[in-house]
Structures are given as C-alpha cells and as structure tokens.
C-alpha cells in the first residue's frame, strides 16, 4: 500500500532563490497500476505527517562520486522546501538507501521503499545501469519514477516504460549531447577542422549512444576513425584501450566515459605515452567539478570538455542561488558544484510541481499530469515531456575547464549567451 495524504486547506508558501515552486495542496486519492497491483488512500493524517520520497543512490562502488552528490543535490532541494514551511505544510522527509552501484541492489532498494516502507514518492538513482532495473519496479507498484540521470535509450525503450510510461527524465536526452560539438568541428574551414578520431567507449548504457552518433556524424564531415571499440566499465580495462588510442594519435578523442576515474584513466596513459590530442570530450567525468579537479590535477583538467544540459554559471535565477546556497553549505566555488547537484534539485522540482498541480501523491494522477504536454521549471531550465518520458524542451551545451583549471565554463554552441571562447587545442600534459 502506498499512501496518499487527504484533502487540506488550500495554501500556498512563497519559496525564494534556489526552491522555485510554489505550493499548494495535497490530495488523497486510490489508484490502480497496469500491472494490477492496488493502492489505497491511508488514513487521514494531520499536517504533521510527512511527505516521504525514496531514493537509492549510489553512495559507495563505481559511481559513489555521482551518487553522492545526487545525495546533495536531493537534500539541498528537501531542506529548500522544508525551509519555508515544507511542502503544502507537510514536511519532507527524504528516504535514500545505498545501492552501491549494483543493478541487483537497486532493485532491491526499491522493492523495499515500495512494498515495506509504502513511501508515498519516488526520486531516480545514477546511472542509466541503474534507472533501467529501478523503473520496472517502480512500473511495478505504480509509482511515478522522476529522474535525472537515467538518459539512455534502453530506459525510455524497457517494456515496462512502454507498458506503464512511468519514468521522466528532467535531463538532456543523452544521445543529443554532442551534437554542440560535432557542430563546432563542422563549422571550422576545412584547413582547420580535425582529419582523425578515435571513440573509446565503455560498456554502458549512458556512455555510448552520444559518441556513436558523434562518430556517425564526424564521419559524415570526412573525419577518419581510428579508433572504435567498446571495453569492459572495469578500472582494470582502462589501460589497454587508452594505450591503443594513444598509439592511433587520434586529432579528436571523444571518449564514451560514465565517471572520473575513467576519464583520469584515460589522461593518465595518455600523459605516460607522451600523447595530447588537439580536443579531448568525455561522456561524463570533468562535469563533476573539485572531484575531477582532485582526480586529475587543475593543469591537466585545462581544455578538457564534456556535454552537458547544465553549467554552474547557467543564467538562470533558481540556477545561480542553488550554486551559491550549495557553495554556502559545502565549500569551493562554482565551478566546484557537480550537475548531478542540478539534476537532482531538478527531480525534486518536477516532482513537486506535479504534486501540487494534481492536488495530491496519487502517482496515477502524476503520471497523467507529467505526460499532459504541460512545461515546467528547473534550475537546469524548461521542462516537458514527450511521449516516451524524455524532456524536449533540454538544451545541449558543452563545457570546458579554463583558466589554469580554475573555471569551468560554457563554450558550445559558439555564441549563447553564456558562451566563452573555445580551447581550440589542449595543452600538454602538466607533471
């Protein structure tokens, strides 16, 4: 059973900075899910009885980097909202378990927030690998699954999102996020533009649509492959493919990564066979601010780039308080704040925009509301959902670390707002 809270007194709380929604009330209601499992409306509670959301994350074992600062992400949303007078006068409670980057334990979690803990909503992990297993057992129990970093075309295609179109992903489309980039090589003078690449990629989900397409269509611009092949998403295998493309002397590497300590796999033996390619993008890694800086070294991360529907400096208003509220509560500077802080803060932004809309935790309700071609806001900018759960209206920037590795700035595309001019070719490796 999953509760739903009652009927209350209309109200509405102004939130400022970071917590941009407003709020209103809460209905009870009972639904059925497609799969035939049943929910009722719990007995009625007072205004005190909290909001609980369920989350795993990943917080220790390959992506514990990400998963914690998704962790940071949702409880610097919960504290926002909880700050001025909770959600429609309930507080929220947030309920994370620790799946330790495992698709078995995941699913696991998730069984146990739904069917043990009745949770009345659910937030997303890290990682497609994860989201994939996550989401069907969401379907399973009817809940709406918001996420920000399950974009990978085997979670919007599993049967049981095409069965129950329970999952939204309030990110960038991943299959897109290149596509900034492949248009900056396309728009240089032929004289000028790379003639070679090569696209590692590891074994996921996440990490290899954007750079197949970016093959596709770097290809298609006359820019030879050499190099192109898929290794197991094992720190032990890091080595042996990144030799190979050093010894290729690829222009461009456009590397298929899910986490830093790829990426720094990668420079590391670069750097050991005395290798800098001209551009250097990664799937995922540098976007994780002092995390990669610490990995990696501050000369090093100069040049370096990754695709991304957020930056730190992103002119938005929510946007620019969120940083700085989470520079307040942990340290650093902008540059230093991951997107994974963004995607999260986002998760629990849509979330709550849909749960005041509908007038309740009904997750029948949310479903409906979020697939009703209705936009919404986020720190990382508009929101709308197509069919299949993916957010249109997502726009693809790419950023670059600058500045002896002290900023972390947008580039791509050449002339947004926003928009810096580009490290057109990657300096040496530093010591």
């Not at 929101?383 to 900023?407: H, P, R, Y």
């Given at each position: 059973?999953?509760p739903?809270?009652?009927?209350l007194?209309?109200?509405a709380?102004?939130?400022?900075?970071?917590?941009?929604?407003?709020v209103?009330v809460?209905?009870?209601?009972?639904?059925?899910?497609?799969s035939?499992?049943?929910?009722?409306?719990?007995?009625?509670?007072?205004?005190?009885?909290?909001?609980?959301?369920?989350?795993?994350?990943?917080?220790?074992?390959?992506?514990s980097?990400?998963?914690?600062?998704?962790e940071?992400?949702?409880?610097?949303w919960?504290?926002?909202?909880?700050?001025?007078?909770?959600?429609?006068?309930?507080?929220?409670?947030?309920?994370?378990?620790?799946?330790?980057?495992?698709?078995?334990?995941?699913?696991?979690?998730?069984?146990?927030?739904?069917?043990?803990?009745?949770?009345?909503?659910?937030?997303?992990?890290?990682?497609?690998?994860?989201?994939?297993?996550?989401?069907?057992?969401?379907?399973?129990?009817?809940?709406?699954?918001?996420?920000?970093?399950?974009?990978?075309?085997?979670?919007?295609?599993?049967?049981?999102?095409?069965?129950?179109?329970?999952v939204?992903d309030?990110?960038?489309?991943?299959?897109?996020?290149?596509?900034?980039?492949?248009?900056?090589?396309?728009?240089?003078?032929?004289?000028?533009?790379?003639?070679?690449?090569?696209?590692?990629?590891?074994?996921?989900?996440?990490?290899?649509?954007?750079?197949?397409?970016?093959?596709?269509?770097?290809?298609?611009?006359?820019?030879?492959?050499?190099?192109?092949?898929?290794?197991?998403?094992?720190?032990?295998?890091?080595?042996?493919?990144?030799?190979?493309?050093?010894?290729?002397?690829?222009?461009?590497?456009?590397?298929?990564?899910?986490?830093?300590?790829?990426?720094?796999a990668?420079?590391?033996?670069f750097?050991?066979?005395?290798?800098?390619?001209?551009?250097?993008?990664?799937?995922?890694?540098?976007?994780?601010?002092?995390?990669?800086i610490?990995?990696?070294?501050?000369?090093?991360?100069?040049?370096?780039?990754?695709?991304?529907?957020?930056?730190?400096?992103?002119?938005?208003?929510?946007?620019?308080?969120?940083?700085?509220?989470?520079?307040?509560?942990?340290?650093?500077?902008?540059?230093?704040?991951?997107?994974?802080?963004?995607?999260?803060?986002?998760?629990?932004?849509?979330?709550a925009?849909?749960?005041?809309?509908?007038?309740?935790?009904?997750?029948?309700?949310i479903?409906?509301?979020l697939?009703?071609?209705?936009?919404?806001?986020?720190?990382?900018?508009?929101?709308?959902?197509?069919?299949?759960?993916?957010?249109?209206?997502?726009?693809?920037?790419?950023?670059?670390?600058?500045?002896?590795g002290?900023?972390?700035?947008?580039?791509?595309p050449?002339?947004?707002?926003?928009?810096?001019?580009?490290?057109?070719?990657?300096?040496?490796?530093?010591?």
């Amino acid at each position: 059973m999953r509760p739903n809270l009652p009927w209350l007194p209309k109200r509405a709380f102004a939130l400022t900075g970071a917590a941009v929604l407003s709020v209103s009330v809460l209905a009870a209601c009972s639904s059925s899910t497609s799969s035939g499992t049943s929910t009722s409306t719990s007995p009625s509670p007072s205004s005190s009885t909290p909001i609980t959301i369920g989350a795993s994350l990943s917080l220790t074992g390959d992506f514990s980097s990400d998963g914690i600062n998704y962790e940071h992400g949702y409880e610097l949303w919960a504290s926002d909202v909880n700050a001025h007078g909770g959600l429609l006068g309930h507080k929220v409670v947030l309920k994370i378990l620790n799946d330790a980057s495992s698709p078995t334990q995941v699913d696991t979690n998730y069984q146990t927030l739904f069917a043990t803990d009745h949770v009345n909503l659910a937030f997303g992990p890290f990682s497609s690998l994860l989201t994939t297993p996550a989401s069907s057992v969401a379907a399973r129990y009817g809940y709406a699954f918001v996420e920000g970093a399950g974009g990978a075309p085997t979670v919007f295609n599993s049967p049981a999102n095409l069965a129950d179109h329970n999952v939204f992903d309030v990110s960038l489309p991943i299959r897109d996020e290149m596509v900034p980039f492949v248009n900056y090589i396309a728009s240089l003078p032929a004289s000028q533009r790379p003639t070679t690449a090569a696209y590692p990629m590891a074994d996921d989900p996440f990490a290899d649509p954007p750079v197949q397409l970016a093959q596709q269509m770097l290809q298609a611009l006359g820019v030879k492959t050499v190099y192109s092949k898929i290794f197991p998403e094992e720190a032990a295998d890091y080595k042996a493919p990144a030799d190979d493309v050093a010894a290729s002397k690829p222009q461009i590497v456009v590397l298929g990564s899910t986490d830093v300590p790829t990426v720094a796999a990668f420079m590391q033996a670069f750097e050991q066979q005395h290798y800098t390619p001209k551009l250097f993008i990664a799937a995922a890694g540098p976007d994780q601010g002092s995390a990669f800086i610490s990995a990696v070294g501050k000369g090093n991360a100069v040049g370096m780039m990754v695709p991304n529907g957020w930056y730190p400096t992103y002119p938005n208003a929510a946007s620019q308080a969120m940083v700085q509220e989470y520079v307040a509560k942990y340290g650093g500077n902008a540059s230093d704040v991951s997107s994974d802080v963004a995607e999260a803060y986002s998760v629990g932004q849509v979330m709550a925009q849909a749960v005041t809309k509908t007038g309740g935790t009904d997750n029948a309700k949310i479903i409906s509301y979020l697939h009703s071609n209705v936009t919404l806001t986020s720190v990382q900018g508009p929101v709308k959902f197509d069919s299949l759960g993916e957010n249109g209206e997502s726009v693809a920037f790419v950023s670059q670390w600058q500045n002896g590795g002290n900023s972390f700035d947008q580039v791509l595309p050449v002339g947004v707002a926003g928009s810096v001019a580009i490290i057109a070719t990657k300096p040496a490796w530093a010591s």
